[in-house]
């Protein structure tokens, strides 16, 4: 079955604790990235992997960091977090869009992360 | 309008009816992508309509597309009461480095009362 899966699913950290969130993809995609959700502003990407290697910003990375040793796997780390990190945070995978239009994005279950 | 901005921002019906939620953007895209997110939980990608596509059916799903308008309409026919969820319309814009990215708007929470 295709899976995107995270953990943890929910967490209460303290600020200036490091965390990571896991995410690894059964299906071989290429582009990875990590978005977040919060009440009124929607989902937004943090940051996204083309492939093994090669990461680059979204539209809020401040405070995020992550990794793409291999291609299934793509973490997120939170170096030290703080609470206005407290979201709701998604990962999710697609394959290359090649010259197609654009191909199906699959999100995980969700992470609740909670810091005080 | 913002890119992928959902309206309405909540939709209340009964059961059995059919409930249209819309979907409007500013830049031109390669395709559009509707979730469905129950409270709280992940989402749960319903159909994906290419800019060259005007429509397209899934179940008691139909997705329309006019790019002319830059909007894009999902319709849920014969409502459930387990289709109470909120609706998001994802953007993947066309150009430029959006790799694997979608932008979102605020999504609609559609309550369907038994």
């Known amino acids: 079955e295709a899976q995107v899966t995270q953990n943890p699913r929910y967490l209460i950290t303290v600020t200036g604790k490091k965390l990571t969130v896991t995410c690894s993809q059964n299906?071989?995609?290429?582009?990875m990235s990590w978005y977040r959700q919060d009440p009124g502003l929607g989902l937004r990407q943090i940051y996204y992997?083309?492939?093994?290697?090669?990461?680059d910003k979204g539209d809020v990375p401040e405070g995020y960091k992550v990794s793409r040793k291999e291609k299934r796997n793509f973490p997120l780390i939170l170096e030290s977090p703080s609470p206005n990190q407290t979201s709701l945070y998604f990962c999710?995978?697609?394959?290359?869009?090649?010259?197609?239009?654009?191909?199906?994005?699959?999100f995980g279950e969700g992470s609740w992360l909670t810091v005080v | 309008s913002q890119q992928g901005e959902e309206d309405p921002q909540a939709l209340s019906i009964q059961e059995g009816e059919n409930a249209t939620m819309n979907c409007s953007y500013k830049t031109s895209i390669n395709n559009l992508q509707w979730y469905r997110q129950n409270s709280g939980r992940g989402l749960v990608h319903l159909i994906l309509?290419?800019?060259?596509?005007r429509e397209k059916h899934s179940g008691r799903l139909r997705v329309t597309l006019d790019t002319s308008k830059k909007s894009s309409s999902l319709l849920i026919t014969a409502s459930r009461a387990a289709d109470t969820a909120s609706y998001f319309c994802?953007?993947?814009?066309?150009?430029?480095?959006?790799?694997?990215?979608?932008?979102f708007g605020q999504g609609t929470i559609l309550t369907v009362h038994p």
């Open positions: 999710a995978s697609s394959t290359r869009r090649g010259n197609s239009p654009g191909n199906t994005i699959y």
């Open positions: 299906m071989n995609h290429e582009y």
């Open positions: 994802g953007c993947d814009n066309a150009g430029g480095t959006s790799y694997g990215k979608l932008t």
């Open positions: 309509i290419r800019s060259n596509e």
């Open positions: 992997s083309m492939n093994v290697e090669v990461t």
